[in-house]
C-alpha cells in the first residue's frame, strides 16, 4: 500500500512513517518545510512540499495513495477551522473508493473524567482548547457513509523518543532545577508510548473498518505529580524539586492550555485489541523516565 501521511514531520508523524516502513508500506509525506523535506527523502519517503491550507496539494496525494493518515495535530480554537477545511478536502478526494482514512483526535475530547475510567462510547465534555474536535470527528465518521473507511484515534498523552510532554518536564528540571505542573498533579493522564501509538496507526490503515472510533493508551492512567517526581529523580535534582501552580495562575500564562494539563482524564479500552490485536509493547512512562531516550545525549 501507498500511504498518505499528513503531519509527517511532527512527533507523532515521524514515527508513524517509521513503522509503516517497517510493515515495507511506501509513504508520501507532507512536508511544510524544505529541512523536513530533505530529512524525509533522506529516510526514503516520498515528499510531497506544502501545507494543509494547499487543498489541490491534499486533494492530489489523498487520490493518488490507497488511504490517508492525517496526523497533522491541531490544537486551540484558532486552528480547528485549519483542520476542518484539510480534512473536507481529504474526504472529498477519497469519496467513494473504499479506501481507509485515520484521524488523529485525541483523549482530551473527553474532558476532566473526575476519577472515572472512560471509553470510546462516553459522552464528550472537550475544554475550550479543543471544543471544536468532537465536530470534525463527527465529520470524518459519518464519511463513513460516503464509500471511505473512517476511523479516529484518540490517542492519551504520548511519550517516548525523546518527545512529547514528558520532554518538557526534562527541559524544565535540566534548566530551571524544579519541574512546574499545572494543578495540584492528583490529576492523572492516560498514556500511551509513541512507538505503540505508531502501530495502531498503521494496522488501522492495513486492517480499515468504517465509522469507528478507537482509544489509544496503554496502561493505567498515572498521577501527573508522580510523573513529576519521576523526571526530578532521574534529572538529579531530587523528586521534591516539583512545584504545584495554581490553574488560575497557569492560565495567565499558557492560555486555555492549563486548563487541559490540569484535568483528570482517565481513558482506556480493549477495543483496539479486538479490532486490530493491537497491544501495548514499549516500556511504560516510568521505565522511559529512568531509563529510555529522555537519558540519552
Known amino acids: 500500500m501507498k500511504i498518505f501521511v499528513t503531519g509527517a514531520g511532527g512527533y507523532i508523524g515521524r514515527a508513524v512513517c517509521d513503522y509503516l516502513r517497517q510493515d515495507r508500506q511506501e509513504v508520501l509525506a507532507l512536508a511544510h518545510s524544505e529541512m523536513s523535506a530533505q530529512l524525509m527523502e533522506m529516510k526514503g519517503f516520498g515528499v510531497v512540499r506544502g501545507a494543509l491550507k494547499d487543498a489541490e496539494l491534499l486533494r492530489s496525494a489523498a487520490q493518488a495513495c490507497d488511504g490517508v493518515i492525517h496526523a497533522a495535530r ?14 473536507e478536502v481529504l474526504l472529498g478526494a477519497l469519496e467513494g473508493s473504499g ?14 473524567t473526575r476519577g472515572r475510567l472512560l ?26 457513509a460516503r464509500g471511505i473507511r473512517t476511523m479516529v484515534l484518540r490517542p492519551g498523552t504520548v511519550f517516548g523518543r525523546k518527545g512529547g510532554r514528558v520532554a518538557e518536564m526534562f527541559e524544565q528540571a535540566r534548566r530551571d532545577g524544579v519541574v512546574r505542573i499545572v494543578g495540584d498533579g492528583k490529576n492523572c493522564w492516560s498514556m500511551v508510548h509513541v512507538d505503540d501509538l505508531a502501530d495502531l496507526y498503521c494496522r488501522a490503515v492495513a486492517e480499515p473498518v468504517g465509522g469507528e472510533v ?7 492512567p498515572q498521577p501527573v505529580g508522580e510523573i513529576a517526581r519521576a523526571v526530578a529523580a532521574a534529572c538529579g535534582i531530587g523528586e521534591k524539586k516539583v512545584e504545584c501552580i495554581p490553574v488560575e495562575e497557569a492560565r495567565a500564562q499558557m492560555g486555555p492550555l492549563a486548563d487541559c494539563l490540569a484535568m483528570d482524564c482517565r481513558a482506556g479500552s480493549t477495543k483496539a485489541a479486538r479490532y486490530f490485536g493491537w497491544t501495548v509493547r514499549r516500556p511504560s512512562v516510568y521505565d522511559e523516565i529512568f531509563r529510555g531516550s529522555y537519558l540519552e545525549d
Open 74 to 87: 491541531t490544537a486551540g480554537p484558532m486552528s480547528g477551522a485549519e483542520d476542518r477545511a484539510a480534512v
Open 214 to 220: 478507537f482509544l489509544a493508551c496503554g496502561g493505567m
Open 99 to 112: 479506501k481507509p482514512l485515520v484521524y488523529s483526535s485525541g483523549v482530551w475530547v473527553m474532558g476532566d
Open 119 to 144: 471509553g470510546e462510547v462516553s459522552g464528550l465534555n472537550p475544554p475550550p482548547m479543543v471544543a471544536w474536535r468532537p465536530a470534525v470527528e463527527e465529520l470524518v465518521l459519518d464519511a463513513a
